[in-house]
């Protein structure tokens, strides 16, 4: 493959791991930008260049250390010492957000699909199998295969989106949240899904042999997202507020668009579900290889056991339950690792 080949495979693998369920089903866009109205317009653009600054960031540091997983990487940030404990930490959270994912897959099998929650979990865990065992090529091959389906239906809400009423709410929206608030969102935003995918841009980082393929496939992975937010925000705020009491909101969008488009959309929310969880589970069997010296197959096969067993909880219980606590920690990360590039490296031990 050559070399733009290759940013394009790094780029679409970046996109694959940021944008989950709650990103392809419009609820994350919504809460961290388009109740925001207009403002929300230029917070994404923000959250754009910390996308692609520290994405980029993340690999090029992971390429240069030779890192092996994410505890490499917060040695270097934060010291051998704390590194390990934040390691540790993040290992809880991506877990956490693993067994999230799973009972997501489960549910999709369940009210798109009219099948029992069980049959989604063990379709979900072994078609992760088959593409888990193929290491980063297979997580680059599924990410090759998802997003362009996701970047399909992008197109095709936003061309239905232009020329309706509302086209125009995304630059004059009016909003009554203060402004600290509405600038604060994409930091969090940034910082808890950077913190969540260095699981897989550490590996990728170290296993890119060439810099300027990490440089430009961050930089493009990271314009991706903003594109994806920006079409997202556009067709949301054309349907505000309305749009806002539905807890999948791009379902909403897309009920009058014929049963191919709700086919895709369906195809979209699960692929980024099934690239999100494969992504996680590669991520923390890394660092508990590191740690322990078991074999990957292995570690694999228990982490996806367990997240069966934990996922019988249900969906809408483990999201409200984990995701904020793992913002503050996320932000906690997201500080230290921009001091690390501007600041004095914390003494770690």
Known sequence: MNKWGKVLLVSFTYMGTIVGAGFATGQEILQFFTQYGRTGTFTIVFAVLLFSWLGMKIMLISHDQGATSYEDLNKFIFGERIGRWFSLVTLIMLFGVTTVMLAGAGSIFVEQLQMSYQAGLIITLLLSYGVIMRGMNGILTANSVVVPIMLLVTVLITLHTTGTPGAENWIRLHHDAPTAKAWTAPILYAAYNLSLAQAVLVPLGSNIQDRNVLKWGGLAGGAGIGLLLLAGHFALTAHMPG????????????????????????LAVYGEIFTTFIADVYGLSLQICQRTGLKRKTVSVSVMALCFIISQFGFSKLLSTLYPLFGLISLAWFTAIIWREYGTRPNGG
Do not use: D, K, T, Y
């Open 243 to 266: 749009v806002a009491q539905f807890e999948i909101p791009m379902g909403h969008i897309i009920s009058n668009l014929g049963a191919e488009v709700r086919l895709l959309f369906l």
